[in-house]
């Protein structure tokens, strides 16, 4: 993740110096460094995106105290208080969050040049997706973020087959964009932007299926988000205070054997081979192993949490914590608690010849 984290910056610094400015690295405490900067200047404004975790929030706190701090929701499409209940609380059911987050989507305005993008709708009534894993060395840079995108909803890329295929972690169906917008080299927006021109420009039903299912992955991210923002304990608590008390295993064989994949289960097992190698795995891939720790082998969710926090280049707290959450049926809209993925049933369908 240091890695990617570093090719991102240093590509910020490249595309800053081509307009006269530069990307000034620090480290050590924000507020502190920030001070230093600004030198005592309270007035001088700093603009960042919110964050929603406890942490990011305890730091634009103190960021704030030095100077004045001004806020932009960058990391989602919608700010998460613009999207609630008529009696001003906060959506736990996925559904109804998306009803409502519909509604103030169509109030919304964008203003994104499809020509700078190069995003086209192509549609294909067979595609060419070619077994291989998702492959993370590749450059963390703007342009490369642009052209993965470009590619997944170009003339054979995933999009056009996604609600059949997206599951599939035999074939490259996902559209690759989870570590770039993890990162901020393209945003939410763009993507609902893209995601909707591509509805708007077809009329092709399995094609509209297919970027629905897309657009709707994209939703669920915001409904993590927004519930991360509204109770961020939920990153180490259940969000069902009734499961917080579950009487977890925990056993230590049984965790280093997980994290090893060595498990005896090969889907299992190449999936967290594949998570220490390049630090990503499909979501299906994710869903199988988190349900495999915490319903098999009666490991806390929270230590595959904490795993994945390692581990992933695509990393976001609220997603993981929300995802985690889903699985072990301690979140809001989860799987139920009793669902267990069976992993042997799970290989067969989604990676068929292993």
């Given at each position: 993740r240091s890695n990617f984290l570093n090719g991102a910056l240093n590509d910020l610094d490249s595309r800053l110096r081509e307009i006269g400015s530069r990307l000034l690295i620090k480290q050590?405490?924000?507020?502190q460094e920030l001070a230093k900067i600004i030198d005592g200047e309270s007035t001088i404004p700093v603009f960042a995106n919110a964050g929603y975790s406890r942490h990011s929030k305890f730091v634009e706190s103190q960021v704030a105290r030095h100077t004045q701090l001004r806020l932009f929701s960058g990391q989602v499409t919608i700010d998460p208080s613009g999207v609630s209940k008529e009696n001003g609380e906060p959506f736990k059911?996925?559904?109804a969050f998306r009803r409502k987050w519909e509604q103030v989507y169509q109030k919304k305005i964008?203003?994104?040049?499809?020509?700078?993008?190069?995003?086209k709708p192509e549609i294909m009534?067979?595609?060419d997706l070619h077994s291989g894993k998702n492959s993370l060395a590749r450059s963390s840079t703007r342009a490369n973020?642009?052209?993965?995108?470009?590619?997944?909803?170009?003339?054979?890329?995933?999009?056009?087959?996604?609600?059949?295929?997206?599951?599939?972690?035999?074939?490259?169906?996902?559209?690759?964009?989870?570590?770039?917008?993890?990162?901020?080299?393209?945003?939410?927006n763009e993507l609902f932007e893209v995601a909707d021109y591509l509805r708007y420009s077809s009329d092709d039903n399995r094609y509209l299926g297919s970027v629905n299912s897309w657009r709707n992955q994209l939703i669920w991210r915001e409904f993590f988000k927004h519930s991360l923002?509204?109770?961020?304990?939920?990153?180490?608590?259940?969000?069902?205070?009734?499961?917080?008390?579950?009487?977890?295993?925990?056993?230590?064989?049984?965790i280093?054997?997980?994290?090893?994949?060595?498990?005896?289960?090969?889907?299992?097992?190449?999936?967290?081979?594949?998570?220490?190698?390049?630090?990503?795995?499909?979501?299906?891939?994710?869903?199988?192993?988190?349900?495999f720790l915490v319903k098999d082998l009666l490991v806390d969710w929270r230590i595959g949490a904490n795993w994945f926090h390692d581990k992933l280049v695509d990393y976001d707290s609220?997603?993981?914590?929300?995802?985690?959450?889903?699985?072990?049926?301690?979140?809001?809209?989860?799987s139920p608690f009793f669902r267990v993925f069976n992993p042997v049933l799970q290989g067969r369908k989604f990676d068929p010849k292993g």
């Open positions: 050590g405490d924000t507020a059911v996925y559904s964008f203003r994104t040049d499809y020509q700078s993008l190069g995003i009534s067979s595609c973020a642009v052209r993965t995108l470009r590619k997944f909803t170009g003339l054979k890329g995933g999009i056009n087959r996604y609600s059949e295929l997206s599951d599939r972690v035999d074939q490259n169906t996902t559209s690759g964009m989870s570590e770039f917008i993890s990162l901020g080299l393209i945003g939410p923002d509204h109770f961020p304990d939920s990153e180490n608590q259940s969000l069902n205070p009734n499961l917080e008390s579950i009487d977890w295993i925990n056993q230590k064989v049984d280093d054997a997980w994290n090893d994949g060595e498990t005896g289960y090969p889907i299992v097992d190449a999936a967290m081979r594949q998570l220490s190698e390049d630090g990503w795995i499909h979501n299906r891939l994710r869903m199988i192993v988190a349900s609220a997603l993981n914590s929300g995802n985690w959450q889903w699985v072990a049926g301690t979140g809001f809209d989860a």
